[in-house]
C-alpha cells in the first residue's frame, strides 16, 4: 500500500508499505479522508530529530474491509469515524478513563491507504454523513472536550480567540451546549466571513480591529475606583485556540470578567503576565485531547452533534487532494493566507 513518511523539514514522500495485519479484536480499515491537523504542520515545519522515518496524521475516516476472529459488532463495509488516541491501558490515568494524560499517548498515524485500529476506536457513522466530513470528529471531540473543562452554563457568554478549525468548531460546539452570546477573533478576511456564516454573534479581525475596544462595544464598559482607564465587562469564558508563540492569552486576561474561566486549548509558548488573574481570581483551564465526559466517549459526543447538524463540518474543509499530492497539501495547509485555507484533507 502506498504511506506517506516524513523525512525532514518539508520533507515527505510516498512509499510502499506492507498493509497492516489485524490481531483478533482489531478492524482494518481502508482510511478514505485523513486531514491536516496544525500539530502535523508545527511538525512539517520544524522536523524534530525523533520523527525522521515516521508517519503522521490523526483525523481519520475510512471503511473497514477486515474484522478480528472476536469482534461481532462490526462488520466489512461498515462506514467509520476512528478516534486515533491510545494510551498504555495500564497507569491510573488510562484506568480512571483519563487515558488523554497517560504518559505514553499516542495517535496511531493516517496518511496511508489501510491502518489497523483496536476495536473500541472506531464509530460507526450514520449514512448522512460524508467521510471527509467525519474526519474532523477528532477535532470535534477536542472542542468537546474543552467545553466540558470549561463548565460553561446555559446563556453564558463566550469569545473564542482565533478562527482555525479547532477554533470554529469551539465557536459552534458553545453554542450547541447551550452559551447565549458567542464572540471570535480571525486574522484573515476569510476566516471572518466563515466565523460571522457558521452563526458566532461577532467577530473581531485583530489585524484591522481593536479588540478591547471591540468588547466594551459587546459587553459593556466599567471603570474601577481607582483607574482612570475604562476596561470591558468581559464575557464569562475565553477559549484560546491560537497557540504558539502569538498566543493571545494575555489579551484574553483583559477581556474576560472577574471569576470567569480562561480555557487553553492552543500550546502557548510565549511568556505570560499572570498578575491580574490572581487579583481577577480568572481559572485558567489547559485542555488537551479528550477521553471521556462521565462514562461517555467524547467522541461520541462529537459525533452526536455532528449527526444532529449541530456542528457544521463541511464549511471547513476548503480543499482536498490525493495522497500523492501530499506534498502540495501541507503546503496548502502551511500558507492560510495565500490559500484561504482552514481543514485540508487527503483522499488516501
Ligand atoms: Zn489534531
Ligand atoms: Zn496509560
Same mark, same amino acid.
Given at each position: 500500500?502506498?504511506?506517506?513518511?516524513?523525512?525532514?523539514?518539508?520533507?515527505?514522500?510516498?512509499?510502499?508499505?506492507?498493509?497492516?495485519?489485524?490481531?483478533?479484536?482489531?478492524?482494518?480499515?481502508?482510511?478514505?479522508?485523513?486531514?491536516?491537523?496544525?500539530?502535523?504542520?508545527?511538525?512539517?515545519?520544524?522536523?524534530?530529530?525523533?520523527?525522521?522515518?515516521?508517519?503522521?496524521?490523526?483525523?481519520?475516516?475510512?471503511?473497514?474491509?477486515?474484522?478480528?476472529?472476536?469482534?461481532?459488532?462490526?462488520?466489512?463495509?461498515?462506514?467509520?469515524?476512528?478516534?486515533?488516541?491510545?494510551?498504555?491501558?495500564?497507569?491510573?490515568?488510562?484506568?480512571?478513563?483519563?487515558?488523554?494524560?497517560?504518559?505514553?499517548?499516542?495517535?496511531?498515524?493516517?496518511?496511508?491507504?489501510?491502518?489497523?485500529?483496536?476495536?473500541?476506536?472506531?464509530?460507526?457513522?450514520?449514512?448522512?454523513?460524508?467521510?471527509?466530513?467525519?474526519?474532523?470528529?477528532?477535532?470535534?471531540?477536542?472542542?468537546?472536550?474543552?467545553?466540558?473543562?470549561?463548565?460553561?452554563?446555559?446563556?453564558?457568554?463566550?469569545?473564542?480567540?482565533?478562527?482555525?478549525?479547532?477554533?470554529?468548531?469551539?465557536?459552534?460546539?458553545?453554542?450547541?451546549?447551550?452559551?447565549?452570546?458567542?464572540? @471570535?477573533?480571525? /486574522? !484573515?478576511? &476569510?476566516?471572518?466571513?466563515?466565523? #460571522?456564516?457558521?452563526?458566532?454573534? +461577532?467577530?473581531?479581525?485583530? $489585524?484591522?480591529?481593536?479588540?478591547?475596544?471591540?468588547?466594551?462595544?459587546?459587553?459593556?464598559?466599567?471603570?474601577?475606583?481607582?483607574?482612570?482607564?475604562?476596561?470591558?465587562?468581559?464575557?464569562?469564558?475565553?477559549?484560546?485556540?491560537?497557540?504558539?508563540?502569538?498566543?493571545?492569552?494575555?489579551?484574553?486576561?483583559?477581556?474576560?470578567?472577574?471569576?470567569?474561566?480562561?480555557?487553553?486549548?492552543?500550546?502557548?509558548?510565549?511568556?505570560?503576565?499572570?498578575?491580574?488573574?490572581?487579583?481577577?481570581?480568572?481559572?485558567?483551564?489547559?485542555?488537551?485531547?479528550?477521553?471521556?465526559?462521565?462514562?461517555?466517549?467524547?467522541?461520541?459526543?462529537?459525533?452526536?452533534?455532528?449527526?444532529?447538524?449541530?456542528?457544521?463540518?463541511? @464549511?471547513?474543509? /476548503? !480543499?482536498? &487532494?490525493?495522497?500523492?499530492?501530499? #506534498?502540495?497539501?501541507?503546503?496548502? +495547509?502551511?500558507?492560510?493566507? $495565500?490559500?484561504?485555507?482552514?481543514?485540508?484533507?487527503?483522499?488516501?
Amino acid at each position: 500500500m502506498k504511506a506517506a513518511i516524513f523525512y525532514g523539514a518539508g520533507d515527505i514522500r510516498v512509499e510502499d508499505r506492507p498493509v497492516p495485519e489485524i490481531g483478533s479484536e482489531e478492524v482494518l480499515v481502508r482510511i478514505k479522508a485523513a486531514g491536516i491537523c496544525g500539530s502535523d504542520l508545527h511538525r512539517y515545519r520544524s522536523a524534530p530529530k525523533q520523527t525522521e522515518g515516521r508517519m503522521f496524521g490523526h483525523e481519520y475516516s475510512g471503511q473497514v474491509v477486515e474484522i478480528g476472529g472476536k469482534i461481532q459488532d462490526v462488520s466489512v463495509g461498515d462506514r467509520v469515524g476512528i478516534e486515533p488516541l491510545v494510551g498504555c491501558g495500564k497507569c491510573n490515568y488510562c484506568l480512571s478513563g483519563m487515558y488523554h494524560l497517560c504518559s505514553h499517548l499516542w495517535h496511531i498515524p493516517s496518511f496511508m491507504e489501510y491502518q489497523k485500529f483496536p476495536r473500541n476506536k472506531v464509530f460507526k457513522l450514520p449514512d448522512h454523513i460524508s467521510y471527509e466530513e467525519a474526519s474532523t470528529l477528532d477535532c470535534i471531540a477536542v472542542a468537546v472536550h474543552a467545553l466540558n473543562l470549561s463548565s460553561l452554563k446555559g446563556g453564558e457568554t463566550a469569545l473564542v480567540l482565533g478562527a482555525g478549525t479547532i477554533g470554529l468548531l469551539t465557536m459552534q460546539t458553545a453554542k450547541a451546549f447551550g452559551a447565549g452570546a458567542v464572540y @471570535e477573533t480571525g /486574522t !484573515h478576511d &476569510f476566516q471572518v466571513r466563515l466565523a #460571522k456564516e457558521l452563526g458566532a454573534d +461577532a467577530v473581531v479581525n485583530i $489585524k484591522t480591529e481593536n479588540l478591547l475596544e471591540k468588547m466594551k462595544e459587546l459587553t459593556g464598559k466599567e471603570r474601577a475606583r481607582y483607574f482612570e482607564l475604562e476596561a470591558p465587562r468581559g464575557v464569562d469564558h475565553v477559549f484560546e485556540a491560537v497557540g504558539g508563540p502569538k498566543s493571545p492569552l494575555e489579551d484574553a486576561l483583559s477581556v474576560v470578567r472577574r471569576g470567569g474561566t480562561i480555557t487553553a486549548i492552543g500550546s502557548p509558548r510565549n511568556p505570560v503576565n499572570l498578575s491580574s488573574f490572581v487579583m481577577r481570581e480568572v481559572r485558567l483551564i489547559g485542555s488537551s485531547s479528550y477521553a471521556y465526559s462521565k462514562s461517555e466517549p467524547e467522541f461520541r459526543i462529537a459525533l452526536n452533534l455532528l449527526s444532529a447538524g449541530k456542528i457544521n463540518a463541511k @464549511e471547513l474543509v /476548503t !480543499h482536498t &487532494f490525493p495522497l500523492d499530492k501530499i #506534498k502540495y497539501a501541507f503546503d496548502v +495547509a502551511a500558507d492560510k493566507e $495565500k490559500w484561504n485555507s482552514v481543514k485540508v484533507i487527503i483522499r488516501p
